[in-house]
């Protein structure tokens, strides 16, 4: 299925519902990986909007990604507690690995037993070195 065919099955879920913006861009994101450029006309046509204004969301928010990823991701949590638990100790770890891609964000809601990092929608705590080399060696797998 081509981005227009796949946008379009989306958009149709969508039709009618208002505020539908960031649910159509997850729903994309979801389906291909990324939110093409050339979705975006499609998406500002569908919901009245102008394409800069579609444009402005996706690059907005982080989790929006012009291009499907290379390498799996393992979003590495570098709040203050995963910071106060030794997240900068481990970060070298995991963003030495060629075979993963790091992305920080800040906060993945496990603040008393972190450090944490998340990989899909599943959230993972890596405490110490080991931690870190096994969850890339399962992730890289």
Same mark, same amino acid.
């Given at each position: 299925? !081509? ?6 099955? $989306?958009?149709? *879920?969508?039709? +009618?519902?208002? +505020? ?18 050339? /979705? &975006?006309?499609?998406? /500002? ?8 204004? #579609?444009? +402005? ?7 929006? =990604?012009? /291009? ?6 393992? =979003? ?10 030794? #997240?900068?100790?481990?970060?070298? $770890?995991?963003?030495? !690995? !060629? ?5 920080? &964000?800040?906060?993945? +809601? ?8 998340? #990989? ?5 705590? #890596? ?6 080399? *096994? ?7």
């Amino acid at each position: 299925m !081509d981005v227009e065919e796949s946008v379009g099955e $989306i958009l149709r *879920r969508h039709e +009618g519902r208002g +505020g539908a913006l960031l649910p159509i861009l997850n729903d994309v994101q979801a389906a291909l990986g990324h939110v093409p450029t050339a /979705a &975006v006309p499609l998406i /500002a046509a569908a919901l009245n909007l102008s394409r800069a204004e #579609v444009h +402005g969301v996706v690059t907005f928010y982080h989790d929006y =990604k012009a /291009a499907p990823a290379t390498r799996p991701v393992i =979003k590495l949590c570098r709040a203050e507690a995963c910071q106060a638990r030794g #997240v900068e100790a481990i970060a070298p $770890i995991l963003e030495g !690995d !060629d075979r993963i891609q790091v992305e920080t &964000v800040y906060c993945l +809601g496990l603040c008393a037993i972190g450090p944490s990092a998340m #990989v899909g929608d599943q959230v993972h705590v #890596v405490r110490d070195a080991d931690e870190a080399r *096994r969850l890339a060696d399962r992730v890289a797998a």
